[in-house]
């Protein structure tokens, strides 16, 4: 590779991303960053998830710096940095002009399969908690300011068959596809972020991407106006995701 690539990987929580960001670590020239924004969105909302304190005391909590470190050195002189970032990390109409010194794609899953997910751990869900307005509005800035369509590759795609779609992925990354990439080493990394205990129960135990759930839960009733507004979002982007076939 002649150039050096920043992936920004944009997605919303109760995805498949920290299981795409083992992917791309366990390439060997790729170096790995978990949610850098974590720590300002904790400090700037005042949402108490577990161990906050800590998180806001470790990690840089200025917008404007972690974008500069985004923007900067490779670490380790890798050749490729895949940065993941979670679209409702993105508050206050914070800059994103620092997003055009990377190559930026979107992460996308059904609403229905996200608010049910979202709600095994949260009691409360709405479109901003879910990133969903703000994976939107970040897409549409990438879109004017590049005047080429996006990247956006859906999950669940993904998990129907990793090997295809990570080819296509890459193809359009102009990085090379890895076999690599389909299976990595059980148990915690050390780039993930100190709140893994707490959020990558699942994912820690898993060795590659885990194959799609046969068994499709109910949306509760009550819930069908927050998903017709959620697939409001999803929809605007679903039209440009990498096709499966």
């Not at 366990?26 to 161990?51: M, Q, W």
């Not at 670490?75 to 800059?95: G, R």
């Not at 709405?126 to 800035?141: A, C, M, R, S, V």
Request: aromatic share 12%; with cysteine; glycine share 4%.
């Amino acid at each position: 590779m002649n150039n050096k690539k920043r992936l920004s990987m944009w997605s919303g929580p109760r995805n498949i991303s920290t299981a795409l960001m083992r992917s791309f670590e366990n390439r060997s020239d790729t170096a790995v960053i978990d949610e850098p924004f974590y720590s300002f969105f904790l400090k700037n909302t005042g949402i108490k998830h577990p161990i906050y304190k800590k998180v806001i005391e470790k990690y840089n909590s200025s917008w404007n710096n972690i974008a500069d470190v985004l923007t900067g050195p490779i670490p380790n002189n890798k050749n490729i940095w895949y940065q993941k970032l979670m679209t409702h990390h993105w508050i206050d109409n914070q800059p994103l002009d620092w997003t055009i010194n990377t190559t930026n794609c979107f992460l996308i899953r059904n609403p229905e399969q996200v608010i049910l997910s979202y709600l095994k751990i949260h009691k409360d869900v709405t479109p901003e908690l879910i990133g969903l307005p703000q994976q939107l509005y970040i897409l549409n800035y990438i879109i004017k300011k590049t005047k080429k369509p996006p990247i956006v590759i859906s999950s669940e795609d993904i998990l129907k068959n990793p090997k295809l779609m990570l080819n296509k992925l890459c193809n359009l990354l102009e990085i090379p596809f890895l076999n690599q990439m389909l299976e990595w080493p059980k148990g915690p990394r050390d780039s993930d972020g100190i709140w893994g205990k707490y959020w990558y129960k699942n994912v820690i135990e898993t060795t590659t991407f885990s194959k799609p759930k046969q068994k499709k839960e109910e949306l509760p009733d009550n819930l069908h106006a927050l998903l017709d507004e959620c697939m409001g979002y999803y929809k605007q982007m679903e039209k440009y995701k990498i096709n499966l076939v």
